[in-house]
């Protein structure tokens, strides 16, 4: 599978900054007393994706996926399957396991959170996987490409087998070196497409050449109208009012392509698992060769391939295929922003369901590039205790 696509945005565009933007849904709900034992009911996309049949088959064990956001807590839904991980953050001394932010803990959560018992807590698509936190962004979400590039290469040496990136931008040469190492050792990286309409167009990472790029898809399957389009997109996940972990309030709700990266990473987990000699190349391959065709017939700039089907994903009948050359692109210095789910906008909790806004990048900076995918998710709302 190759993209045989690319293009460059615009300079001064940047991943860090969000600011409220268009509202894309508004819902009210009171959320019960016991949130725990009401999550697991409020994950639709489980449901969507037949996960509880797919675990029959694979459940991610053994498998380190390498999450480079701003941190995963200690949240009781994934505690079990957090190692320490590594705080690459310039005169930043908390530990990789501080998430002051939230967005990397919700990604966390949907990857490989466990649960508290069969029916309580969140639970993550490969609940027996183990988490690398690799915080790449600070507590607004701000980073950088190269410093992307440095969580990648720690993801090499640590052992991770999937690398998940829930942002982007646009690249550096150390970007683009980093990535052509994850490929050349065998490591998947997923990552999101973007939202919009923060985004015009597939950012980096995602928008490499060897990266699995991610779009969204609404609870009835259709196109995600925050998620880009583009001819750089492979796959399409669920990305709207997404349910996962927040280390404050303990639950959020969140739209946006972070979340469907998300889910693919946890996707290419299973299939480690149940396939551990399968080349990353044909991992891909696998998803994309076994996705459930939407719009035109065939590959079309808003499903990629179509949606991740996991059982299909875990069983089929898949003749082999490599990922097909590696990419390039014309580098430049850039700055990025995790690309993360809603939250409503002064960051406090809630006590019901608030209204998703999409959040919007905008400001002076770095400037990231984009040959697939842009930014993606917005910070969730925060369901109280």
Do not use: C
């Not at 690249?171 to 070196?177: C, E, F, G, I, T």
């Amino acid at each position: 599978m190759s993209k045989r696509h690319s293009r460059a945005l615009a300079a001064g565009s940047i991943l860090a900054i969000l600011l409220p933007g268009t509202a894309i849904q508004a819902a009210t709900e009171v959320a019960p007393p016991d949130n725990a034992s009401r999550i697991r009911n409020d994950q639709w996309h489980l449901r969507y994706l037949s996960a509880q049949e797919a675990h029959r088959i694979s459940q991610g064990e053994g498998v380190t996926v390498a999450i480079l956001d701003t941190g995963v807590s200690q949240h009781p839904d994934i505690r079990l399957n957090l190692k320490q991980g590594k705080n690459l953050l310039p005169g930043d001394s908390s530990s990789a396991q501080d998430d002051p932010n939230g967005h990397g803990t919700a990604m966390a959560g949907l990857i490989a959170a466990h649960g508290q018992n069969a029916t309580k807590g969140a639970l993550g698509i490969a609940p027996k996987a183990q988490v690398i936190p690799i915080k790449t962004s600070d507590a607004s979400n701000e980073g950088s490409a190269d410093r992307l590039a440095e969580g990648i290469e720690f993801a090499i040496t640590a052992g991770a087998a999937v690398v998940s990136i829930s942002g982007g931008g646009g690249p550096s040469p150390r970007l683009l070196q980093a990535l052509e190492a994850a490929h050349s050792a065998n490591v998947i990286v997923v990552a999101a497409g973007g939202n919009n309409p923060a985004d015009p167009g597939v950012i980096y990472p995602a928008a490499a050449e060897t990266v699995i790029a991610v779009g969204g898809i609404d609870q009835n399957g259709g196109h995600a109208r925050i998620s880009v389009t583009g001819p750089q997109l492979d796959l399409a996940a669920p990305a709207i009012d997404i349910f996962s972990l927040d280390p404050e309030s303990d639950y959020r709700r969140s739209s946006g392509t972070s979340n469907a990266a998300a889910i693919v990473a946890g996707a290419a987990a299973l299939i480690r698992a149940k396939y551990p000699h399968l080349p990353a190349d044909e991992v891909a391959h696998r998803l994309t060769a076994t996705a459930i065709d939407k719009g035109p017939p065939g590959r079309d700039d808003q499903y990629g391939y179509g949606v991740i089907d996991l059982v299909a994903a875990l069983t089929a009948d898949v003749p082999p295929r490599g990922f097909g050359p590696g990419g390039s692109a014309t580098p430049s210095p850039s700055t990025t922003r995790a690309v993360g789910p809603e939250t409503d906008e002064d960051g406090a909790a809630v006590r019901g369901l608030v209204t998703l806004a999409v959040l919007i990048a905008a400001g002076a900076g770095g400037v990231w590039w984009a040959r697939r995918r842009r930014r993606s998710d917005d910070p969730p709302p925060r369901i109280s205790r």
